[in-house]
């Protein structure tokens, strides 16, 4: 890390407690060795002015990034919305090695990435399902989980963390919850990605990110979503 760019700059993340997406700054944060201050907000049940101001998507995360450079007026400021754009702003900043570093590699790693995002909204769907609709998605999400079967298998081996790893332990992580809250599942016929789960939600690093009162809190989400 830059030890002037971490002595004139604070870095403050917004979050929301449960949010997948934040999971992954999280992560990135932790990964990377910047030091920040952390907001949490309940971002559906408030959005208080200063962060609509500042947070044009009204989504979170969200990184401010205020620098000092010298005088009181010499001051700038902007916000990063997006994880994924979050992500890679940490990457260039602290120059951490997130992507295996050929091109061939690189693309798939990215696909995945992407990816990403459609079985989040897949798992969405699924648990504000009613319980008729409940088994068809289901069976989209086990649709997607084949393909990334598939499409994992197939990466020869990289060293964790790469951006894929932080991007999908949040998501392995919810999985694992919805599993046990629904009592349904959904990773055990898939050996690589099982394997794969378990060895980043029992790193050292997702513990240190991971908050004791998450399935409490995904919990109480869900029926608040669902009444
Ligand atoms: N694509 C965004 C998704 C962020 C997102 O959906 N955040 C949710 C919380 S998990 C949010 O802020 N929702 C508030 C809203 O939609 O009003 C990212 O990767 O950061």
Redesign the pocket.
Known sequence: MNAVLEANTQYTLVN?N?????Q??LLGLALSGVSYKHISLH??EE?PDWFIDKVK?????ALFVESQNGKDTDKSAFTI??????LYYLMELTQCTWFPGRLEQDCKHRELIFFA?DIHSSLKSFFTAEESQRKSQLDKVHRQLSTLENVFTDLSNYEPWMMIDIVYAPLFNLIKELEEIFNVEMLAQYPELEHWSNNLLMSEVFNSISDVSFSQNLRGFISNCRA
């Open positions: 929301f449960i949010c997948p997406y934040g992954r700054v971002i559906y959005k998507c009204g989504k979170v995360p919305s997006e994880s994924l754009a979050i995002d």
